[in-house]
């Protein structure tokens, strides 16, 4: 008899229009997903206005280890495997082959090749209408990230004239036109930015810092879900990363420790990365 099931809510696709269905996934095709959870707790302004430890938040709004239990006997049921889960994100990372996954989310994957924009000649992960989930995770699981690997960004280069692009500032420079205090140096401040593609290498980090007689930052690659952050730019790098800062300023390097999401799916807000600077930047004059 078949597990009842419910749809869930908010993971409809559309068909790709500049994409072109070369057939099924092979259903042995090794996919990582990131499962995000339900909040044990209502998330309060009160909690938006304060900081709370890891521990903090996952007590408060993380994921419930009850919730997290029920997926797991799900995952496990259909043959996969549950590789990491993270509380205070509610985030819980799978990992299986194609066939048990499509069985589990109620979905067929087929292959397909992007014919147009940045990304063409890249073959994909697609799929089409709606997810669904055993009755059991009914509002236990939120969302279902990494089945379709579809390009979710898409960068927008704006044409400056000429003598724009000719005039660029350091962050030294940067921190004179604006008037920030000799004195402050970013201590105890986060910055958090979403990247969206690239990728760094030390070396290039310690060539632009010694050139502004400043201390070079020290990066933490960390993994975020199957697509890694790579330190090598002759590797190729994830299009979708987030990186946090524990000090920012343009004076001051920050210390970064930075985490790579799957390129086609959202970064949640909880995790944050930035891009250390390759080149000089080239703002508009204030």
């Not at 205070?88 to 799978?94: F, H, I, Q």
Request: hydrophobic share 35%; charged share 20%.
């Amino acid at each position: 008899m078949p597990t009842p099931r419910v749809p869930l809510q908010g993971s409809s696709r559309d068909p790709l229009t500049n994409a072109e269905v070369l057939g099924p996934v092979d259903p042995t095709t090794p996919i990582e997903v990131t499962l995000v959870l339900r909040r044990r707790g209502a998330l309060t302004e009160e909690a938006l206005q304060g900081t709370m430890t890891p521990d903090e938040l996952a007590a408060q709004v993380g994921a419930a280890p009850a919730d997290v239990a029920l997926v797991t006997e799900a995952v496990t049921a259909v043959g996969a495997h549950v590789d990491d889960v993270d509380l205070p994100s509610r985030r819980v990372r799978v990992t299986g082959s194609a066939a048990p996954l499509q069985n589990l989310f109620g979905t067929s994957l087929d292959r397909a090749r992007v014919t147009d924009g940045p990304d063409a000649g890249r073959e994909i992960r697609h799929r089409t209408g709606e997810l669904s989930v055993p009755t059991a995770l009914d509002g236990v699981v939120t969302a279902v990230l990494g089945l379709d690997d579809r390009p979710q960004a898409l960068a927008r280069f704006e044409v400056t004239a000429a003598a724009a692009g000719a005039t660029s500032y350091t962050p030294v420079q940067l921190a004179s036109i604006y008037s920030m205090p000799p004195t402050a140096d970013g201590s105890g401040q986060t910055v958090a930015i979403i990247e969206l593609g690239g990728g760094f290498a030390q070396s290039d980090l310690d060539t632009y810092f010694s050139g502004l007689h400043l201390t070079s930052p020290t990066v933490t690659a960390v993994g975020w879900t199957a697509r890694r952050t790579y330190q090598d730019r002759t590797r190729k790098a994830p299009t979708g990363r987030s990186c946090s800062t524990s000090r920012s300023s343009a004076r001051s390097p920050p210390r970064l420790t930075s985490s790579s999401t799957s390129p086609r799916t959202p970064t949640p807000a909880s995790l944050t990365r930035s891009a250390p600077p390759r080149t000089p930047l080239q703002p508009q004059p204030p």
